[in-house]
């Protein structure tokens, strides 16, 4: 049975005994550029990480050490998606359609019950809790199209001492009335929220138009404002998942010369700003990405789930575009970036490009906080950035057990672990150096 671990206090210094994996720096060659300690020592102090090494050389510096000994198992960085619906958290696994029958069928209906705040609040308990039993201890989201859902996600993001960016979604049209906003109640609630949450603790505000169909020429050019006028927060939107989908834009938008340019033409595509998906792209559109320095969301296991298509890896990384990997929940079928990166293995396969596990942990850590700009503080193990990283333990059931008594390489280890793991492989997760989540069966 799992548990979870309320967060205690921590005091001086805390070391963690295990093998550790992580990229230090911008790579080219993820593959080649890990950094890996077979038997390693990680010492975090006040919620940083202190030092990084080989344990048995650097143990004895050390007099005054709390150490939690993990020997055999993969201490990593904790994980980061960067691209899920907090709302749709209790639709996972909804049966059927393509993306937008599925949006009317399912997602809307669901999302309607964020009205209630009281109701948003334990939903934001419960996704938490799910985030932190797979190893992923910061996220980019989408709540709903009610303030006071987001506030209730960033309080208890906020509780954890989470690095957390989200956004409340805007919508005046083409959606049920009931979960419209319009473009000056879009502006307005951003902004406050953004007042109240952005830069406070470890929390980011996110302008969040759910996608072009369901937002007006007035709506996102509000949007497009707020964001001249707050340029450091971030923006996330949807790109090119479905064909229907990009029909509809261009008949919504008939002026413009493809998806992408109707959020150029408003503002919205800038360093920060990462899109979902980006399937189905034409050329001027990956132009238009590199040149702006935004970001693309790889959503494997949702592109699969609704049919939407495969996305095409190594073109993005042609045009020199940043792309992380994320779970799309609930559009995504697991909260756990470790079978997402297996199903972003088999994407690729379909296309003749070899996605080599290296690369595909880089894009859901380091990688991924190279995107957001945040890699000073996340997605590596680097001295004095956040210690949020998570324990794996490779050999959590019979058939596990029987697979790693063969591996010889870092390599093998992700990429076993890539196909047979999810959240029965999380031994502990911590963020800014405290316990979140802990299984049972070891508590050192």
Request: net charge negative.
């Amino acid at each position: 049975m799992l548990v979870d671990v309320k967060q205690k206090p921590v005091t001086g210094l805390q070391g963690y005994r295990a093998k550790i994996l992580h990229f230090p720096q911008r790579s080219l060659s993820p593959k080649n550029d890990y950094c890996y300690f077979d038997d390693g020592l990680l010492v975090t102090h006040n919620g940083k990480i202190a030092f990084i090494g080989d344990y048995k050389n650097n143990i004895n510096q050390y007099d005054k050490l709390d150490l939690h000994d993990y020997s055999g198992k993969l201490l990593l960085p904790g994980f980061i998606d960067s691209h899920m619906h907090f709302p749709q958290t209790e639709m996972l696994a909804s049966f059927g359609e393509q993306l937008l029958d599925w949006l009317t069928d399912y997602t809307f209906p669901t999302e309607h019950k964020f009205v209630d705040y009281t109701y948003a609040q334990a939903m934001a308990d419960v996704f938490l809790r799910q985030l932190f039993r797979h190893g992923t201890t910061s996220a980019m989201i989408y709540s709903s199209v009610h303030k006071g859902a987001a506030d209730a996600l960033f309080k208890a993001a906020q509780k954890n001492n989470m690095l957390l960016m989200a956004g409340k979604v805007c919508m005046d049209r083409n959606c049920p009335d009931w979960l419209q906003d319009c473009p000056q109640t879009a502006q307005r609630e951003s902004a406050e929220l953004i007042n109240a949450w952005h830069g406070k603790d470890r929390l980011h505000y996110v302008i969040t138009p759910r996608f072009a169909p369901t937002s007006s020429e007035a709506q996102l050019a509000a949007l497009g404002e707020l964001a001249q006028q707050y340029p450091s927060v971030f923006i996330q939107s949807h790109l090119s998942e479905n064909h229907d989908e990009i029909a509809w834009v261009k008949s919504l938008y008939p002026k413009h010369k493809h998806y992408l340019d109707v959020y150029d033409h408003f503002g919205l595509v800038r360093k920060g700003a990462v899109f979902g998906h980006a399937i189905h792209l034409e050329t001027d559109e990956w132009q238009c990405l590199a040149e702006r320095g935004a970001s693309i969301a790889f959503c494997p296991t949702s592109n699969l789930f609704l049919g939407s298509g495969l996305f095409n890896l190594a073109k993005a990384e042609q045009h020199n575009i940043p792309v992380m990997l994320a779970t799309d929940v609930g559009g995504g079928t697991s909260f756990s970036m470790l079978k997402t990166l297996g199903e972003a293995y088999k994407v690729c396969q379909l296309q003749g490009n070899q996605l080599d596990p290296m690369h595909g942990l880089y894009l859901m850590t380091q990688g991924a906080a190279l995107g957001l700009g945040l890699e000073e503080h996340i997605g590596n193990l680097n001295p004095g950035t956040d210690a949020d990283f998570v324990i794996l333990d490779p050999e959590f059931d019979e058939l596990t057990q029987l697979r790693f008594k063969h591996h010889n390489s870092p390599q093998d280890l992700i990429f076993a672990l890539s196909i047979l793991g999810d959240d029965r492989a999380t031994l502990a997760t911590y963020i800014a150096g405290k316990p979140v989540y802990q299984a049972d069966r070891q508590q050192p």
